[in-house]
């Protein structure tokens, strides 16, 4: 197996490619990342050094990498932040590429607009590049709970709220739509939901007090990996979520301000699956 990463990168802490590789690296996949910045660190410091990588170059390793015949042998894409049209205009020319190598490539993307917190994080109008070409573009679509209100047009206070939203957004096109962070049954939890054809499932885990930059790359990383190896979306979701956890706890128990990404990985599945339907 071999994943395409479309992703920014920073040398310092663990933020979308930084993440992601190393995650898909130690579940046994190889990975091609393309990085779409360069940053020393990510955005939450008070400083940031380095560059984003203009349009035309990442559209000429795009290119690059097609030559060397690897599209062929991708299984899927996975995306994150994009940061401006522009670099969405060329995860779309790479998806099409791949597609066209591979036609049974899964394209895994992790629309990252926001939170509740900083509101958007994006320039304008990309919010709604990611709703009206790239959202139903994608096979499996990973949210967190300010990116599917978005994307659902409403506003999600509970589960319920979560799963009909998450509905919706299945019908632009996702098979699978997997919310993040969203409401827990009570103030100290948060939840994960999981929808597909077969089902939707929810795993629901004591809310850490920890800086988490980085730890939604890792959920989307693992949730693939697993579904990759199993096929089967409640596995996917369990393992991932499980996973992640572990990583926070470390980082908790650490005093870390980066996620503690290389600790031990902790007891598997601690938390299970509810069915909600």
Partial sequence: MTILSIQSHVAYGYVGNSAAVPVLQRLGIEVVPINTVHFSNHTGYETVRGHVLAPETLTEIVRGIEERGAFADVTAVLTGYLGDGATGRVVLD?????????PRALYVCDPVMGNKKRGFYLREGVPELLRAEI????????????????????????AADALAAAEIVRAMGPKVVVGTSLPGPRDAEL?????????????????????????GDCFAAMFLAHYLASGAVEDALVRAVNGVHGILEATRDQGRLELALLAPPRPDQRFQAIRLK
Wanted: net charge neutral; hydrophobic share 55%.
């Fill in 94 to 102: 790479a998806l099409a590429r791949v597609r066209r190598a591979s």
């Fill in 135 to 158: 959202v139903p573009r994608a096979d499996i679509l990973l949210p967190n709970a300010f990116e599917l209100a978005f994307l659902a047009g409403r506003e999600i206070e509970t």
């Fill in 191 to 215: 939840s994960v939901l999981a929808l597909s054809a077969a089902g939707a499932w929810q795993v629901t885990t004591p809310r850490l007090e920890v800086l988490a930059e980085g730890a």
